[in-house]
């Protein structure tokens, strides 16, 4: 046995499989709370410029953090980062994208209420004072990049010599996006479950070192060279590949105009503001359980958005990072294929869907509903090295009259470890030891204070961190909007 848990001797204790009672949720909750993620659109459930004063008290925990602060993912991604991100591009003077590229959705809110959906452009666009980063590990697609940048400044957001973007990051083509979708056929009932926009093709180009740099784009004539080899690859490669090469050039070459005065060399301006003590806020893409290395491979993404491709990604070295932040669900959703040890199905599956809206930000599609597995979020605290937790989206709980959590897994010859296996044979074989608490019951999601907390929710909150080894459950969500977030004593 890796661990001893007590869970194992306890009543509570049972195996994957058990639904728990079906519970009559508020569906106007999805609605009015969980609308829909369009590039930008105004939206009414977030509370007006008015009750940001009763937000005012977590205001001085938020300058308590690190210089270099990092919001990762510990779960399959969407566990609501974003909006943590938003919360901290205000206190932050630089904000970075390390990772990652348009598979990435972080939904923010301005002051007035507005609702934006951004794909590749930081979240620290809403704060003007922000410099924002698009680090050498993003793989950029420039024609959505515009499109972002020209929706923000439609609906005034004013972006004017406030982003940077790398001249090592490389960039993603519309042939790239081909052969997503080529290859996805290929596998046939194998699928990953890619969001099909060209990220794993643009990582692999970049790997086989016949990728193009955004820097690349300053010499048109070897940028031409570069792209019409790039695509002749992909002909040798893929039956049915076609791409206009010569009209993709046409395109950039008028881009290019557009991204020069964009182009920066990254790492020496974010290591010069660290040396200048400014601070620097750092918004994972993706999450742990998708990492190439770490995540349930081969259903993962194309890059590492845990710490390690934080630093590759941004040339930042990890002992400038005082504090990692690790975002992670009341429970669990995933997106695409892959094994998934504590996933729901049936009527409590779709209630918990319809209350927390759970459909992706990229991609529209809906999302796989589970309990929280602890065995996943220690092995990323493990990876991540995570100083606080962030617990979001605990208010869909609260109508629920039991609440599992998954503390371990048995193995098929009986043994029961907290160690996360590197096979998926192994995974999608394993029994899930769950603990079971009481749920309150009653609707959390105007609490501000933790004082006012439902008991239940704070026995909640306190078991998980109990379970993550003693890592500090700071944050705790408990809407959408900005303000609906109960900071831990």
Known sequence: MAANHQALTTANSTTIGNRGKKTNYNKAYST???????????????????????????????????????????????????????????EYEVVCRCQGGANAGHTIYDDEGKKYALHLVPSGILNKK???????????????????????????VDCAGRMIVSDRAHLLFELHKEVDGLREAELSGNMIGTTKRGIGPAYASKATRNGIRVGDIKNMETFAEKLKALAADAGKRFDGFEYD?????????????????????????VNQAHADKKKILVEGANATMLDLDFGTYPFVTSSNPSLGGVCSGL??????????????KAYTTRVGSGPYPTELFGDLAE??????????????????????DMVALNFASKINGFTHLNITKLDCLSELDEIKIGVAY??????VTTAFP????????????????????????????????????????????????????????????????????
């Open 32 to 90: 009015k709370k969980r609308c829909s993620s369009i590039l930008i659109r105004a939206s009414s459930s977030v509370s007006p410029t008015s009750t940001a004063a009763k937000a005012a008290a977590s205001d001085d925990e938020w300058k308590k953090l690190g210089q270099v602060c990092a919001v990762l993912g510990s779960q399959w991604g969407d566990e609501g980062k974003g909006k943590l991100v938003d919360i901290l591009a205000r």
């Open 130 to 156: 922000a410099l924002c980063v698009v680090g050498n590990g993003v793989v950029v697609h420039l024609p959505g990049m515009f499109e972002e940048l020209d929706a923000l400044e439609k609906v005034g």
């Open 245 to 269: 090469v010569d009209a993709e050039i046409e395109r950039y070459g008028k881009i290019r105009e557009r991204i020069l005065p964009f182009i920066a060399d990254t790492v020496e301006i």
């Open 315 to 328: 040339g930042l070295a990890p002992n400038k990072f005082e504090t990692i932040i690790g975002v992670a």
């Open 351 to 372: 209630d918990l869907r319809a209350i927390g809206y759970e459909y992706g930000t990229t991609t529209g599609r809906p999302r796989r509903i589970g309990w929280l």
């Open 410 to 415: 048995k193995l098929q010859d009986g043994t």
């Open 422 to 489: 590197a096979s998926i044979e192994e995974l999608e074989k394993v029994e899930v030891v769950y603990e079971t608490l009481p749920g309150w019951n009653s609707d959390i999601s105007g609490v501000r204070d933790w004082k006012d907390m439902p008991e239940n929710a704070k026995k909640y909150v306190q078991r998980v961190e109990e379970l993550s080894g003693g890592v500090e459950c700071r944050f705790i969500g408990v809407g959408p909007g900005r303000d609906a977030i109960v900071i831990k004593p």
